[in-house]
């Protein structure tokens, strides 16, 4: 018997504890595990930077969401990127990257895996030409957000599986604005989908976390020697953490889209508002690629302000229910300034936003207070 998405989340990795029936798995607050005989540890447990019950839940629960054979958790969303680029390139290699993405992910890629000898193009990944046109004899990987952050640009997944693997790359998807709830990256063709599950996946900003699913289970044994050789892994109580927001996944993600149309139905009807982003709205350049490849639009909204970066800046520092903060996903409304925030690393590069952007995530609050809030703020 299949299960349903909900239901999976609820009980893919979490039956209860053995011992005691605990229906909540304990936290495996431990490092180290005894051993039955010298080369006989009990049920494989031996070290917990090699694997804990707490992760190991964590990730059958991610690889069940998701529709891969497995899935492995990390630190962050930045620690899971990092492993699995340097588990899968080599100096040499290049890279296609979006030419709007996260500001951190950008950074890796121009500051860190730049000098291991990576090489990147990047690419609107909303321009399937685009994307051909950059690809090389040397592409190893081409790497998608999509929505992108900030400026919530959609990706024709399947077209890009496609081209990707007509020339032996590898198609790796950011899932992390969609969530598996909105959108399951590896049923349109992609190889690796990443997360990082500080967003949507916690989703109540109490942790910080990322996540690598695979279409491939070879791989995803590759990938498993990295995590475990370079370390970058989760602790237990961070597993079980992310674990107990991804039981609610859907239930929010539902409410998040509720809320999110209503707050760009009121942007686009308000005057100090010149341009209103969201991929729910039939003029959004991407509206039909997402309509047919999401089940609905997520709760990401960004919009720009007609009276420029001042003005755009005034409005994040006036909100009294949307908190002015970095990250998004949460259960709570979040406002920013990317340009100022966390698009800053990406000022002067190909990746630069515009200076009036704000970027909304809308969060699950009664939608009357988030809806005044941003009506006064915008005043
Ligand atoms: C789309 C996207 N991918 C990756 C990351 C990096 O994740 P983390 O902050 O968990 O390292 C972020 C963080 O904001 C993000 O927005």
């Excluded at 916690?202 to 942790?207: A, C, E, I, L, Y």
């Excluded at 686009?268 to 209103?276: F, G, I, L």
């Amino acid at each position: 018997m299949t299960y349903g998405f909900e239901t999976l989340a609820i009980h893919a990795g979490q039956a209860p504890e053995p011992r005691t029936g605990a229906v909540v798995a304990p936290i495996y607050q431990t490092s180290t595990y005894a051993q039955d005989a010298v080369g006989q540890p009990r049920l494989g447990y031996e070290y917990s930077r090699s694997s804990n019950p707490n992760r190991d839940a964590l990730q059958e629960c991610l690889a069940a969401l998701e529709g891969g054979p497995r899935a492995l958790a990390f630190a962050s969303g930045l620690a899971a990127e990092d492993t699995l680029l340097r588990a899968v390139c080599q100096p040499g290699d290049h890279v296609v990257i979006p030419d709007d993405a996260y500001g951190g992910t950008y950074r890796l890629f121009a500051r860190v895996a730049e000098r291991w000898g990576l090489d990147w193009t990047a690419a609107d990944v909303s321009d399937v030409d685009a994307i051909r046109a950059a690809v090389t004899a040397h592409t190893r990987v081409v790497w998608l957000e999509t929505p992108t952050n900030p400026l919530l640009g959609i990706a024709d997944i399947a077209a890009l599986a496609q081209l990707t693997h007509e020339r032996e790359a590898l198609l790796v998807v950011d899932n992390t604005f969609a969530s598996p709830y909105l959108q399951q990256p590896l049923a349109l063709g992609a190889d690796v989908v990443v997360h990082s599950t500080t967003k949507y996946l916690g989703g109540h900003s109490d942790v910080v976390g990322g996540a690598l699913v695979f279409a491939n289970a070879e791989l995803a044994d590759e990938v498993a020697f990295y995590q475990n050789a370079m370390g970058a892994i989760n602790g237990p109580f961070d597993a079980w953490l992310t674990l107990r927001g991804l039981r609610t996944l859907g239930v929010r993600m539902d409410r998040h889209c509720d809320n999110a149309e209503r707050v760009a139905d009121l942007l686009t009807r308000h005057s100090a508002v010149s341009q209103v982003i969201y991929p729910g709205l039939p003029g959004h350049p991407g509206h039909e690629t997402a309509a047919k490849q999401m089940r609905r639009f997520g709760g990401m909204v960004a919009f720009r302000a007609a009276g420029g970066e001042e003005h755009a800046i005034q409005v994040c520092n006036r909100t009294k229910v949307f908190i002015l903060a970095e990250s998004l996903g949460g259960v709570e409304s979040l406002i920013e300034h990317p340009g100022r925030m966390t698009h800053a690393s990406a000022a002067g590069s190909p990746l630069e936003v515009p200076s009036d952007l704000v970027r909304l995530s809308v969060g699950i609050e009664t939608i009357d207070d988030l809806l005044t809030d941003l009506s006064e703020a915008l005043a």
